[in-house]
């Protein structure tokens, strides 16, 4: 019997994913991760194709997994199962997967480009003729990008790293902090350096998990394994990786192995060797960590920790520092997801059900009048913020406020 | 260094961690996933014999709740209410009166305390009363329903079904559908123009569970409303109390051996990338029974606890775990780990393994907790009781 079928046959068939997912309560085109995950699964066949399993409606947001009393990876198979050729996908999903490629051309215009996508006419262009919901936000390009402005932190290869015996970090900042919040990555540096440790930037592309989240495999495995490549020389030298945007720390944590199938050597020291930013310095500083001396920041805020974030499994450790800062008053999110998942809330036959998804979010947060929300994740933030006309930050960032980095 | 580290996020776990982070104490709590409460009827099962109230002397020596006592339930289900009194979600209910809650077959649970929305429908008995069915909601039977709520006892004048607005939707529709579209004002309104004139002459209505508001309820099979407000309530009152909560990653105790005492160190959190160690002066250890993954049946009949490795007791043979029938009383549920009065997992001389381990919930042996419907009220006793001695 084929392995892979195997953790179908774990499913209890309880119904704790159904009851737990945040799409499937909100739209009745979604079947539930219960039946579009193990049930469909019974009946795939090798030369028949599924009738409507309405994959395509999952927003990947790993609830149903994170849920499941029998370990049945419930929204890999549904992940797995949205796997398409190139062909097949449209030109808008084809696009919209490779923020690289986007980013670095909008860059070079960013003067022109960000007043267009301001513009109500070009998103109504965009929403007609492209698919691209005018509700839904788009990010600022930044002028300058991070590789740019921090050009000076790459390191090609770890035998030109400096002879130091300090502890030495290489800083995955991915696609969205290097053209869109270059900011953020500048403060994670000089917090990382702050904190005593070595920092630079290894070089690196697209985690490759917009493509993935488009069932376009193909295209993200091969930035996956460039990515393997291109850092494999600086884990075997047992230098870890700190990313912060968790959902490319989850692709590297997780998703490689878990649902692209790199399952190699290299793959899992990669997996090993990848933190998120505040995983990092409490587990690899915390001596520093606790030394810190927080100013005050008067507010009151709502922290909504990603559904990517809970995929690491490690918990709230963003919490664990905010929780530190004097004066500030938090609230914390108890919702699984924010609706928006990456591109899915982008799209625009997607969109209302990511607004449905995050509308009791975007309620609760104007119903506390918070000043402002705090969420690890890029697109979060963009949608959450888009939806409550609230400011939305980075958890590093109030962190950096806090440590008088910023005002 | 967490003071109090919990393993486990389901009722006793999240229990036990808001009664130590409400006693100020630094808790973490760690599951590799959610516990049972979101499949759950969301109600409080103390003692649900309806031929036989609770009384603790008649318990087996190594029951949980006679090993509790009586004051650690009572503790605990103050406690309990508090905390959903406190969330704005309040429960009815008490330890000396039963609560006969009618099940989506129109059988009667019976229970200790439930969510007023439930537990409403005890002041109907005796009354002429209509019961609702829903068109389009999955495990939805009206006339199973029906007949045998008459046949227990109430007065079911008529049974009506209700259709929804809009179009006819694209697949059957779970409760947490319907729950989602009633936070909609606009259509409640559609809904009450719609029902307005079916509803005339009624003066007590039934109604699946998807409202959270006064009529009474009938919870339904999973996914169930009752049982995920719970859930809900309890993990972010964790959260409100500054519970550190981690998911999705497993645990593997660790054991301190550079002391003479014996105490465990910790444990070793699996997350899905890599392993690291986790310290805490104590641990609370609340992963459940074999359902739960804190009780693991090997082939060759053995029993072994997930965490830590505690002794447990088990049949030579395999097969006396198991009744004849489905419906008879499984003799496995009695097993798992022995426990002293504060909840410190024994050894099989009758010692405490570990002098800083403490347990709580389904993992404890001696009660069969299916037959008795005893699991929440023997979850809330024995965290509260695990708790104690842990602070002490």
Known sequence: MNQEFLPTDHCLKCNICTASCPVASVTDRFLGPKAVGPQAHRFQHPHYELPDVSEEWCSSCGTCTLVCPHDVPVAEMIAKMKERPNREASWRDRIISRPEMLGRLATRFASIVNPLINSSRVRAALERYFGISSKAPLPTIARTSLNKSLRDYYVKSPNRLEEISRLTVGYFHGCSTNFFEPMLGELAVVILESLGLYVFLPPQVCCGLPLQSNGLFDAARKLANKNIKLLTPFLREKIPIVGTSPSCMLAFKHDYRAILGIDTEESNLLANSTYDFFEFILQFVPEEVNRISYRKVVAHALYHPPCQLRGHGIGTPALTILRRIPGLQLEVSDFACCGVAGTYGVKSERYQVAYAVGEQLFQKALAMNVDFIISDSETCRWWISKHTKLPAYHPLEIMARSMGIIT | ?392
Not at chain 2, 86 to 108: E, H, W
Not at chain 2, 356 to 380: K, P, V, Y
């Open chain 2, 1 to 392: 260094m967490t003071d109090i580290l919990i393993i486990g996020a389901g009722l006793s776990g999240l229990f036990a961690s808001i009664l130590a982070a409400k006693r100020n104490a630094d808790v973490t709590l760690v599951s590799a996933g959610h516990g049972g409460l979101s499949i759950s009827h969301g109600c409080i099962d103390v003692w649900s014999k309806a031929t036989s109230s609770l009384s603790l002397s008649r318990l087996k020596k190594n029951h949980p709740y006679r090993i509790a006592g009586k004051r650690a339930l009572n503790i605990a289900m103050e406690a309990f209410e508090d905390i959903m009194h406190d969330a704005s979600y309040p429960f009815s209910g008490s330890l000396s009166k039963q609560l006969f809650i009618p099940t989506a077959i129109g059988s009667l649970h019976c229970t200790a305390y439930a969510p007023i929305s439930l537990a409403h429908s005890q002041m109907t008995k005796g009354t002429p009363i209509a019961i609702a069915s829903i068109a389009g909601l999955r495990d939805c039977f009206p006339e199973m329903l029906v007949k045998n709520l008459r046949s227990n006892g109430y007065l079911v004048e008529r049974s009506i079904s209700l259709s929804l607005p809009g179009s006819e939707p694209y697949r059957d529709l779970y409760s947490t559908d319907l729950a989602y579209r009633f936070e909609d004002s606009a259509y409640r309104d559609q809904i009450a123009q719609l029902w307005k004139p079916r509803l005339s002459g009624i003066h007590c209505l039934g109604i699946p569970a998807i409202l959270g508001i006064e009529l009474f309820e009938i919870p339904t099979p999973p996914p169930s409303l009752p049982g995920l407000r719970l859930e809900q309530v309890l993990f972010s009152t964790a959260a409100h109390f500054g519970v550190n909560i981690i998911l999705g990653s497993s645990a593997i105790g660790r054991i301190d051996r550079s002391r003479k005492l014996k105490r465990v160190s910790g444990i070793t959190l699996q997350t899905p990338s890599n392993s690291r160690q986790l310290k805490a002066q104590k641990v609370i250890l609340a992963t459940g029974g074999f359902l739960h993954g804190g009780l693991i049946a090997h082939r060759d009949g053995s029993i072994q606890e997930s965490v830590f490795n505690l002794p447990i007791d088990y049949p030579e043979n395999r097969k006396a775990l198991l009744a004849p029938s489905l419906f008879d009383k499984q003799p496995y549920e009695m097993h798992g780990v022995r426990v002293n009065s504060r909840m410190q997992p024994l050894d099989l001389k009758g010692e405490p393994v570990y002098e800083n381990l403490f347990s709580a919930g389904g993992i404890i042996a001696g009660a069969d907790r299916q037959s008795e419907g005893s699991r929440q009220g023997i979850d809330l006793a024995t965290a509260q009781r695990a708790v104690e001695a842990a602070l002490e």
